[in-house]
């Protein structure tokens, strides 16, 4: 499986595009697989924590970061795609020039999504996106309560209109932004939390939808 390119987007700022981008990469990192990373978020937090890990785990520990803006972005995934099994793009929040060249290079899009009907109803662009660009996509619920009906709601709301979305889905849990202060992985700082397997879970059903 050489050279799969994951870009994670949604218009939505906040959805968790970083969040899931870090913890996917660490996980699969961590199952064996050879990662690199590309911020194309002119706001540049996973560039950002990839500093902190350099400082706080070591400079050669983990997926390299490359920062650049979207139009290099074809360019550069013919070079690093070729030396990595993974590719993983964290892009900006909106529809823009950027997310548009992320979103063409890419083998799979995922959306991360809060389970909210506003969050629901703004994932509608990034998703259209995906269609005009042909590329498959993959919602991933994320910051999901405990036992929420408005959870549930969006949940049905999703399978009603048959949008694709993952099986697993995160938690609203502290742990992943506690891993993230620390330049890691949820995977490297509670290997046996809740937060720890449902990253996993996602990581290895994003795995076979690759396949
Ligand atoms: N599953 C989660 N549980 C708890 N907090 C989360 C979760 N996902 C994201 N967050 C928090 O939500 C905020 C936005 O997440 P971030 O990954 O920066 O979103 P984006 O990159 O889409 O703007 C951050 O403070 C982050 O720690
Ligand atoms: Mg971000």
Redesign the pocket.
Known sequence: MAGKVIVIA?QK???????LAIQLAVAWQQMGKQIAMIDVDPQG?LTAWRHLRDSSVGKEEGPGVDTLSGWRLGNRLSKTSSDADIVVVDSP?HAETDAKAAVRAADLVLL?IQPTMLDLWATTATLALAEAENTKALLVL??VPPRSLTANAVATEIKRKKWPAARAR?????A??ASINEGKGVIETARSSMASKEVEALAREVLRKLR
């Open positions: 949604q700022g906040g959805a968790g595009k970083t969040t937090s929040p991360p994320n910051r995160l938690g609203n849990r502290q992943f932004a």
